[in-house]
């Protein structure tokens, strides 16, 4: 890793947050930031979309010749570009986000989005958010960050995303959903969801967005 850039990672289960926060910190530290969640909703989309067996890992792999993957900065966002497409809105729906959890488990498939997740962090400042970021991706970042909440906190709040997009869900759906997610990421054989032991855990149950990047600003401009 590249001493010279500041490595921030931000791991947490689902609906925590990460995104939100850690974009808005982004831009408001001038880093670049990372959402490796999406590289993994674009692999599952495009399984999806062409109908292969999201639990047949043989299957699956065969398959991931086939995608290239590009993370574009447009206005200080990241847009995931799957195979010359922009397919940023496309992945946001509840069946992608299952879809990524399924293929997310799969070795050949976390391999695949390795290299790419790393070569971004030695090029310059970086935010990156996941499941195994401090653990697996970014092991010498200099501040690690496990962000969480209560299953409701995140669940509600997800819900009132998907609300806003015109989907078609009930809060007990997202939170049945979220709670079985929370199971797959921290069950799986190929790196499941844990904090680094040297990171600083975050809980954002009672905390305003406002005040939950407040808070990871405070202790990314400590190590700065």
Do not use: W
């Not at 999201?54 to 993957?69: D, F, G, H, N, S």
């Not at 809980?203 to 990871?216: F, K, M, P, Q, Y």
């Amino acid at each position: 890793m590249n001493q010279t850039t500041m490595t921030v990672a931000i791991d947490g289960p689902a609906g925590a947050g990460k995104s939100t926060i850690a974009r808005a910190l982004a831009q408001a530290l001038h880093f670049v930031y990372v959402d490796t969640g999406a590289l993994y909703r674009a692999v599952g989309y495009y399984m999806l979309a062409n109908g292969v067996p999201l639990k047949e890992a043989a299957q699956v792999e065969a398959r991931l010749p086939e995608i290239t993957l590009e993370l574009k900065y447009v206005d200080g966002g990241q847009r995931v570009i799957l195979n010359g497409e922009d397919v940023s809105g496309k992945i946001r729906t509840p069946e992608v986000s299952m879809a990524a959890s399924v293929v997310s488990a799969q070795p050949p498939v976390r391999r695949f989005l390795f290299d790419l997740q790393r070569d971004t962090a030695k090029k310059a400042d970086v935010i990156m958010d996941g499941r195994d970021i401090g653990t697996v991706v970014l092991p010498d970042a200099r501040l690690k960050i496990f962000l969480t909440a209560s299953p409701e906190a995140r669940a509600k709040r997800r819900y009132a995303e998907l609300c806003e997009k015109g989907e078609k869900v009930t809060y007990d759906e997202v939170l049945a959903d979220m709670v079985k997610r929370d199971y797959d990421d921290t069950h799986r054989a190929a790196a499941p969801l844990k904090a680094a032991d040297d990171a600083v855990l975050v809980d954002t149950t009672a905390l305003s967005l406002e005040e939950s990047i407040e808070t990871l600003r405070r202790l990314v401009e400590e190590r700065l």
